[in-house]
């Protein structure tokens, strides 16, 4: 018997940006994984709440992670990654030949679907294991606010906040466009850095992006208190400062 594991990118938060095929592979799933946040508020977290306005909700299957940790390999988030994994084995073990993992973004990027897969794979190696693409933040932003992430010969990096403030400034200073993921509670610190490499004019800042709490703008034009207390899940564009149609080429 076939079994086939599928990491499933179902957007930034937006269901109208989920893939045709996305929601073809939702649809087709014996069972649909979604994860929620360990020890967090009820109800669907944005993945779930995405993947229900697209199939029934018989088939999904909510799996706790440590989400908001962010201390490295603690031992909370590798024993949610090892129940998780569990979970999934036991589902095929009772039958299920397709099973789906819905995450937001996409699924090889910054994805607790890579973790997942692993422990599945060392636990079941006989598993097959797919991903179907999903839009990302980054492009969700870049739309909504009317920016081009890279032109020419410009270099596009993207950039994790919990990889530190000081190797943002240096990124700042490296590349001609970056984008900052994961940066909510360090917004007032990434904004001082982005004034100090003087690319103000040419940032913008996104949260909660399709939703109806969304905020999406440039980083000038921020309110005290969005800057205060913006959302993990946050997203910073700075671009390159361009100069005439095809500058860059």
């Given at each position: 018997?076939?079994?086939?594991?599928?990491?499933v990118g179902v957007g930034p938060g937006d269901p109208d940006l989920v893939t045709v095929k996305a929601v073809r592979v939702?649809?087709?799933?014996?069972?649909?994984?979604?994860?929620?946040?360990?020890?967090?508020?009820?109800?669907?977290?944005?993945?779930?709440?995405?993947?229900?306005?697209?199939?029934?909700?018989?088939?999904?299957?909510?799996?706790?992670?440590?989400?908001?940790?962010?201390?490295?390999?603690?031992?909370?988030?590798?024993?949610?990654?090892?129940?998780?994994?569990?979970?999934?084995?036991?589902?095929?073990?009772?039958?299920?030949?397709?099973?789906?993992?819905?995450?937001?973004?996409?699924?090889?990027?910054?994805?607790?679907?890579?973790?997942?897969?692993?422990?599945?794979?060392?636990?079941?190696?006989?598993?097959?294991?797919?991903?179907?693409?999903?839009?990302?933040?980054?492009?969700?932003?870049?739309?909504?606010?009317?920016?081009?992430?890279?032109?020419?010969r410009e270099v596009l990096a993207l950039f994790p906040m919990t990889a530190g403030l000081e190797a943002y400034e240096r990124?700042?200073?490296?590349?001609?466009?970056?984008?900052?993921?994961?940066?909510?509670?360090?917004?007032?610190?990434?904004?001082?850095?982005?004034?100090?490499?003087?690319?103000?004019?040419?940032?913008?800042?996104?949260?909660?992006?399709?939703?109806?709490?969304?905020?999406?703008?440039?980083?000038?034009?921020?309110?005290?208190?969005?800057?205060?207390?913006a959302p993990y899940l946050s997203t910073v564009i700075t671009t390159a400062r361009r100069r005439g149609r095809g500058g860059?080429?």
């Amino acid at each position: 018997m076939m079994r086939l594991l599928t990491g499933v990118g179902v957007g930034p938060g937006d269901p109208d940006l989920v893939t045709v095929k996305a929601v073809r592979v939702l649809q087709a799933a014996d069972v649909v994984f979604v994860p929620i946040l360990a020890d967090g508020p009820e109800g669907p977290g944005r993945a779930e709440a995405t993947v229900r306005v697209h199939i029934d909700g018989d088939t999904i299957r909510a799996v706790p992670f440590a989400l908001s940790d962010r201390g490295g390999r603690t031992a909370e988030r590798l024993n949610a990654w090892d129940e998780a994994a569990r979970a999934v084995v036991a589902a095929f073990d009772d039958g299920a030949e397709r099973i789906a993992f819905a995450t937001i973004g996409d699924p090889n990027i910054y994805s607790t679907f890579s973790y997942l897969a692993q422990t599945v794979r060392t636990l079941m190696p006989s598993v097959s294991v797919e991903t179907v693409p999903g839009i990302t933040a980054m492009q969700d932003l870049a739309s909504r606010s009317g920016t081009v992430l890279a032109e020419g010969r410009e270099v596009l990096a993207l950039f994790p906040m919990t990889a530190g403030l000081e190797a943002y400034e240096r990124a700042l200073e490296a590349f001609d466009t970056v984008v900052a993921y994961k940066g909510g509670r360090f917004l007032p610190e990434m904004l001082d850095a982005v004034e100090k490499a003087g690319r103000g004019g040419e940032t913008v800042f996104g949260a909660a992006l399709g939703l109806p709490e969304e905020v999406v703008g440039p980083v000038e034009d921020l309110a005290p208190d969005t800057i205060g207390a913006a959302p993990y899940l946050s997203t910073v564009i700075t671009t390159a400062r361009r100069r005439g149609r095809g500058g860059a080429l």
